[in-house]
C-alpha cells in the first residue's frame, strides 16, 4: 500500500475490512451448510466422530504451521519487500515449505495408528480402525494447506484480501456435496475424499491471483538470505502460539472422548455456531489490520499503531458483546434450526445448546487472543507471547479435567472459555505494560460500554421471549422467532449504544446515512 494519509488509511481500511467480512459472511454461512450437511447424514454417531477425530491432524497443522507461516511471512516481509532479492526470499521459503510438507505427510501416513491413539485415546475397535483409515486419506490435505499458509501471507502483505477470505467458498460447497452424495454410496469415507479435494482447492483458488501482483517470481535457493534466518527465528514460537486455539480442539476431543457417544460432534456443532461471529468481525477487522500494524512499526510511527490497536479493539467489543449475549439467551432454538433434522435428534439438539452455553462467553476472550498474538507477531516480542501461550494450554486442560466430572462436556466448553479468556488478559496486561500504554483506555472503557449496552439488550430480549411465549404463546422454536429477536434486539443495542454515545455506533449510523446520501467514503 503507497504512503497515505490518517485519513485515506483509515478509509481504506474501512473499505477493506467491510470487503472482508463479506467474504468471510458468505464462507462461514456455506460452513453452516456443510455442518448441517454432515449433521443430516451422519448426526451425533460414531462416524461422525471419527471423521472430526481424523480431521483434526490436517486442522491443527493448517493453523499451527500454515497460519503461522501467513504471520512470519508478512512480518518478515514488511521490512524488505521493496528489495531486489524479495522475490528470491520468497522462492527459497516456498521450496523448504513445500519438502518439509511432503516429509510430514509421509510420516502421517505411516503412524497414523499413533495417531489415532494420541488424538482419541478412548477409542476402541471399529471406531480406532475406521479413524486410522480416515486419516491417511486427510493427511496429505497438509501439502496444500501449507502453501495455501504462504500464498495468503504473499497476498495480504500486498493489501489483497478478499480471494484469500474467499478460498473456504468452495473448500465448503465440495465437502457439502461430498456429505450428501459421495456418502450416500461410500459413507463417511467418500467424505473424507472429498474433503481432501476440498483442502486441496484452498490453494488451487490462490494462484490466478499470485499472477496479478507485481512481484517478479525469480528461481533461487539460499539458507543464507536474512529473511529465511529470521523466518526460522521466528517462527517456532509463532507456530507455538497459533496452534493454541488447534490444541484446545485436539484437548476437548481427547476428553469428549472418555464421555458417551456424540459428545465430540455436539462440541464440533456448538464450536460452528460461536465462531461464526468471531470468524467474520474478529477475522475481517484483524486480518486487515495486522498488515498495517507491521508497516506502522517498521516505519516507527507509534502513535498510529497506538491508534489502529485502540480501533480494532474497539470494533471487536461492540461487535461481539451483543452476539456473546444474544447466542446464550438464543441458544437452544438456534441449534434446533441450524440441525435438527435426519440423524441429528432432539438428545443431539440438547447436547449441542448446551455446550453452546459454556463455549459462548469465552467469545471476547477468543477473539482478544487472537487480536493479541498479532500484536506480539507484529512487535516481535515471540518469546513471552510463546510461553504465556503454553501456561494457557495447560490451564485449559486444568480447567477440563476439574469441570468435565460436573458438567460433562458443558464442562470442557467452559474450561475453554475460563482459560482462554485469562490467557489473553494476560497477553493483553504485558502488551500494555511494556509499552507504556493504559490498559484501561485500550480495553477497560470500550469494553464496559459495549457491555453495558450489551446488558440492556439482554434484558430486552429475556422480556420480549416472556412476551412471546407466556403472552402470545408461540413455541420457543422456529425461524419467526429467531428473525424477530434478532432484528428487535439489535435494534434496542444499537439505540442503546447510540445513547451512551458509544463511538462505533455513531460511526456506523454515520456510514448508513452517508451511504443513501451517496457519499463514496466515510471516515473510519
Not at 502421517?108 to 475397535?125: H, K, M, T, Y
Request: proline residues 4%; positive net charge.
Amino acid at each position: 500500500m503507497a504512503r497515505l494519509s490518517g485519513d485515506e488509511r483509515s478509509n481504506f481500511l474501512f473499505r477493506s475490512m467491510t470487503l472482508v467480512m463479506l467474504a468471510t459472511l458468505l464462507s462461514r454461512m456455506l460452513g453452516f451448510f456443510r455442518e448441517m450437511a454432515i449433521a443430516y447424514r451422519f448426526g451425533a454417531t460414531m462416524e461422525a466422530d471419527a471423521y472430526l477425530v481424523a480431521l483434526l491432524l490436517p486442522t491443527i497443522l493448517f493453523y499451527a504451521f500454515s497460519d503461522a507461516l501467513k504471520n512470519t511471512f508478512i512480518t518478515v516481509f514488511a521490512s524488505f519487500k521493496k528489495e531486489e532479492n524479495a522475490a528470491f526470499f520468497v522462492n527459497t521459503l516456498a521450496f523448504y515449505l513445500a519438502a518439509a510438507l511432503l516429509v510430514l505427510v509421509l510420516l502421517g501416513v505411516i503412524f497414523a495408528p499413533q495417531l489415532a491413539f494420541l488424538l482419541a485415546p478412548g477409542f476402541r475397535g471399529e471406531a480406532f480402525s475406521l479413524t486410522v483409515r480416515l486419516i491417511r486419506i486427510l493427511v496429505p490435505g497438509i501439502f496444500f494447506m501449507g502453501l495455501a499458509g504462504l500464498a495468503t501471507g504473499l497476498l495480504h502483505s500486498h493489501h489483497r484480501f478478499v480471494i484469500p477470505a474467499l478460498v473456504s467458498a468452495p473448500h465448503n460447497i465440495i465437502i457439502i456435496l461430498s456429505a450428501l452424495y459421495l456418502s450416500l454410496k461410500y459413507g463417511v469415507v467418500g467424505l473424507a475424499w472429498g474433503s481432501l479435494l476440498a483442502v486441496a482447492s484452498q490453494f488451487l483458488i490462490q494462484v490466478p491471483s499470485l499472477f496479478h501482483i507485481s512481484f517478479n517470481f525469480r528461481p533461487g535457493l539460499s539458507l543464507r538470505h536474512p529473511g529465511i534466518q529470521k523466518v526460522f527465528v521466528l517462527l517456532p514460537a509463532i507456530v507455538l502460539s497459533s496452534a493454541v486455539l488447534e490444541l484446545k480442539h485436539l484437548l476437548d476431543r481427547l476428553f469428549a472422548s472418555f464421555l458417551s457417544a456424540g459428545s465430540i460432534a455436539a462440541l464440533n456443532y456448538a464450536e460452528r455456531i460461536y465462531v461464526l461471529p468471531q470468524g467474520i468481525f474478529a477475522t475481517g477487522v484483524i486480518i486487515v489490520l495486522y498488515p498495517t500494524l507491521v508497516e506502522l512499526l517498521a516505519e516507527k510511527d507509534m502513535p498510529s499503531f497506538t491508534s489502529q490497536v485502540k480501533r480494532g479493539l474497539s470494533l471487536l467489543f461492540f461487535a461481539l458483546l451483543p452476539v456473546s449475549a444474544g447466542l446464550i439467551i438464543l441458544r437452544r432454538p438456534l441449534v434446533d434450526f441450524l440441525f435438527l433434522r435426519g440423524a441429528f435428534d432432539t438428545s443431539a439438539s440438547h447436547l449441542t445448546a448446551q455446550a453452546l452455553l459454556f463455549y459462548t462467553p469465552g467469545l471476547v476472550g477468543f477473539a482478544l487472543h487472537y487480536f493479541c498474538n498479532r500484536i506480539y507477531f507484529a512487535l516481535q516480542e515471540v518469546r513471552t507471547m510463546a510461553w504465556v501461550n503454553l501456561a494457557m494450554v495447560g490451564a485449559n486442560a486444568l480447567f477440563n479435567f476439574l469441570l468435565m466430572p460436573l458438567l460433562g462436556h458443558g464442562g470442557i466448553a467452559l474450561g475453554t472459555s475460563l482459560a482462554f479468556t485469562l490467557g489473553s488478559l494476560w497477553l493483553f496486561a504485558v502488551f500494555t505494560r511494556r509499552l507504556e500504554l493504559s490498559f484501561s483506555e485500550l480495553l477497560l472503557k470500550p469494553f464496559l460500554r459495549a457491555a453495558l449496552a450489551a446488558a440492556f439488550m439482554a434484558a430486552f430480549l429475556y422480556l420480549y421471549l416472556f412476551l412471546w411465549t407466556g403472552v402470545f404463546r408461540q413455541p420457543f422454536a422456529g425461524l419467526p422467532l429467531l428473525l424477530t429477536a434478532t432484528a428487535l434486539g439489535g435494534s434496542f443495542y444499537f439505540g442503546s449504544a447510540c445513547l451512551l454515545r458509544i463511538p462505533e455506533a455513531h460511526l456506523l449510523l454515520s456510514f448508513i446515512t452517508g451511504f443513501f446520501r451517496g457519499k463514496k467514503s466515510f471516515e473510519l
